[in-house]
């Protein structure tokens, strides 16, 4: 079901500084990066990227790009809806947030993704020669990382659909753009938004009693991904919770609008407004495509329990459209491709929960600024957004052991919401305030890829 199917978008990879880094180049050279980006920032702020007291200030350099750390920090509160069920219970017994966060906070959490690459890489003065290979090496072994540990994480049973793993193969294949023109990549994001759902559809149709079957069967029974997880390259690539095929979009956006000059005004409104209007039409498009031309009535026709009993096994239509997909759409009727739901993998739900992500992302470099220490509980959470994604899976997953039933500490299971919330904004704030260093995750990332990157010829 849709409930586990919410991961951390960037937030598998370390939570980036808001301006590339003044760490000191493949050469030997210090600063570079920053002072291509734009810097001049307090070296406190470009740090740490912790709001400094000046708040509210727009010239307060570094500080207006806490926006990114809040918008990721609000990607983990959305997945903490979809998780463990954070919210408030409507009259119908619904999760009055569910319908919000499910499926677009983890689209935005693969945007920022992206956008982490391009600052990594230079933000909007992309780095050249032997400094862009050591960040296009950093990048792929941040996401070879993500595999083993994702994998331990999933091995662990809970109910959540782990991103981490995905993310190997999103970063892979992320890394040849990185040098590319923002124009290049943005173009590439909205062609594969409308081309992979569709391949995505044909493939899998291929696969179901179809000449792909026999293929793909033997490719997952000789990887042991699948054998020790369940999840496997085949999972990653076509039918799994995050399939690349789907996903791309997402993370070649967010590596788009990290080559903008993410301080401008201009360029914040300009993400509100075209994100805004790419979600309305994306939305509005899909609504018509169900309920004026008939789309809706063809799925009602054709809809069969059995063709949705791995795609959520939903009761009928309306069940389906309310609760969303596990990653993928049935393949026994076309016009599920119209559906614009959570975790559909179709181009409305692309190009929609797309639309959100950027719109929320600037709305949060817009605002962040005015906010002062108001935001710094959520920006922590967001540039601590590794340690606290798989800190909140070992909770559920303590919880559901049972172990600390009968136990003092059996808030933990009893009040799950509210300890992964309380919990992950207590520490991610008292982190940054006292340690002022990466979080307990995101440091050794950072370090062994650098490390590790510098030293690939």
Sequence with gaps: MPSSSEGPGETAVEAERPVPEPEPSADGSAGRAAERAGGGDPPAAAANGSPSPARGRRGSGGDRLVGIDVARGLAVLGMFVVHVGLGWTLASGDNALYGLASGRSAALFALLAGVSIALLSGGPSPKEGKDMGVALWRVVIRGLIMLPVGTL???????????LAYYAVFFVLAAPLMSERWKIVAGTA????????????????????????RPIRAINSADPLVEWSGDGVVNFLLTGAYPAITWMPFVLAGLAIGRLQLRRTKVQAALVGVGAAIAAVAYTASWAALNVLGGRERLEASFTPEAMAEH?????????????????????????????TGHSGTPFEVFGAGGVAIAVLGL???????LGWAVYPLASVGALALTTYVGHILVIALADS????????????????WTVLLGSLVFATAWRLLVRRRGPLEGPLHWVSIWAAKRIP
Excluded: H
């Design 402 to 417: 049972g172990w600390v039933d009968g136990t003092p500490l059996s808030f933990v299971s009893s009040q799950l919401a």
């Design 312 to 340: 959520g096994g939903a009761a009928d239509v309306g069940e389906a459209l309310k609760e969303g997909f596990p990653g993928t759409v049935p393949v026994n009727d076309w016009a599920w491709l119209l559906v614009p």
């Design 153 to 163: 994480l999933t091995m662990m049973g809970t109910p959540v659909s782990v991103i």
């Design 190 to 213: 909205a062609v594969l938004g409308v081309v992979g759902p569709v391949v995505s559809f044909y493939l899998r149709r291929l696969e179901a009693g179809g000449p792909l079957e």
């Design 364 to 370: 949060c470099l817009l605002v962040s600024p005015y």
